[in-house]
Nanobody, 123 residues
């Protein structure tokens, strides 16, 4: 089991920035690919970004490339998602994910989920 706790969500104006943090516990964290997904009201959960266990590989959804950056600190058991140039389409609950293949972006392949943190982008 890898409990995941997200933080950093909130309300931001379009064009603004937010940094989401995911704290994990358990000694296996550093061996897992980690990622972020989001789910907007009335929509399916979608892939946002993922990072390999070494941090050497990353993968992003086309909709966030160039604006979002995922990073991790295995010593601190933390994964960050830096979100810049946010737009109203970014309004969603953002979920931290553990144990997923970095390049797949498929939610069914995620082993563990966090509870989610709300991000609201006003126009």
């Amino acid at each position: 089991q890898v409990p995941l706790v997200e933080s950093g969500g909130g309300l931001v104006r379009a064009g603004g920035s937010l940094t989401l943090s995911c704290s994990a516990s358990g000694r296996t964290f550093s061996t897992y690919g980690m990622g972020w997904f989001r789910q907007a009201p009335g929509k399916e959960r979608e892939f946002v970004a993922a990072i390999s266990w070494t941090g050497g590989r990353t993968n992003y959804a086309d909709s966030v490339k160039g604006r979002f950056t995922i990073s991790r600190d295995n010593a601190e058991n933390t994964v960050l998602l830096q979100m810049n140039s946010l737009n109203p389409e970014g309004t969603a609950i953002y979920y931290c994910a553990a144990g997923l293949p970095v390049m797949s972006g498929v939610s069914s392949q995620v082993r563990y989920w966090g509870q989610g943190t709300q991000v609201t982008v006003s126009s």
